[in-house]
């Protein structure tokens, strides 16, 4: 059975044609879940498809919960040996070690919207904000908004929810939970598009352990939720 329906890989192809539009700002993605579900040989002429498309970003949804009995959709994918750095995972709650590594490994991304991973019970909001996935985890990491039924499309208040969030389960202020703003304003950019399409985005340095160890900080503007004082 294909789950994409007869319509769905005509009318991308059509798109694909097209794309990209206003002057190379807006590029075409791909965002399916029925990846594992579908047969082999459907599959792989989906990601031949993708691939002469030129598609630089896909996405699929996926956050551990307890209603999944502990799968891992991430490991099964990477197990169908799909996942690569084009893929950008929706929410991504609750990772596991095994998720986390793939992420890394293979130059991964994961977009959280606290608002949404929060009112559905998904687990801690941001991957980032945990200690114990290696500290090179937060540079896979991103924040985003969801559905306008359930959250705003102001960014920087999912970043400050993010926070609150990790602060109240935490009982603390220190440690990752300080560069919201960082995932927001340069990892949110890299993960949608290559670093060499935005060089003019270099105000504000990103911050990891490597860029720590040369010395560089972020910097915050004066509504910023990362800033101590507020």
Known sequence: MNSLGDHVLPKFDELAARAPWADGRVTLGFAFDGFRFIPKETLQA?????????????????????DEGGTSQTVELHDLGILDDRFLVSHGGNPSQQDADIYKQLGMHVSSTPSTELQMAMGSPVAAFRDDLGVDMPQCCSLGIDCHSNNSAFIPGEARLGLQSARASRSEVSGRIENPCTWVQIYGMLISRPETEIPRQRSIPPVGPLHRRRGIQPR???????????
Not at 46 to 66: F, P
Not at 220 to 230: A, E
């Open 220 to 230: 915050h503007h004066s509504r910023c939720p990362c800033r101590k004082d507020r």
């Open 46 to 66: 989906l990601m031949k498809k993708l691939e002469e498309n030129k598609v630089q970003l896909i996405t699929y949804h996926y956050s551990r919960v307890a």
